[in-house]
């Protein structure tokens, strides 16, 4: 799992059927100073985020079974929207 910022929305009305009825989010990686960071992802929306939201992202097998659908082409998904991030200036 990692940090993210939803950057935006992707619409696509000609999709793979496994796909109707997601929300899709464009969200890119964020590093431990709060940038962004790599390649903007999509994802799918499971938790109801929107533009400018940090959240959190799961890949992989973990994303596909977030949205119940194990045989779908999911690779990304957003499973929180996060409060804070504290984190300690020890380490």
């Known amino acids: ?22 929300k899709l989010l464009l969200a890119r990686r964020i590093d431990e ?12 929306d499971t938790v109801g985020a929107g533009s400018g939201e940090l959240v ?4 992989g097998s973990s994303a596909r079974n977030a949205v119940d659908r194990p045989d779908s082409p999911v690779d ?6 996060v409060d804070t991030v504290e984190i300690d200036q020890g380490s």
């Open 1 to 22: 799992m990692y940090l993210a910022k939803v950057i935006g929305t992707v619409v696509s009305t000609s999709k793979d059927e496994r796909l109707i009825g997601f």
């Open 33 to 44: 100073q709060g940038e962004q960071i790599g390649s903007p992802e999509i994802c799918v």
């Open 56 to 59: 959190i992202v799961t890949e």
């Open 76 to 81: 990304a998904a957003i499973v929180g929207i």
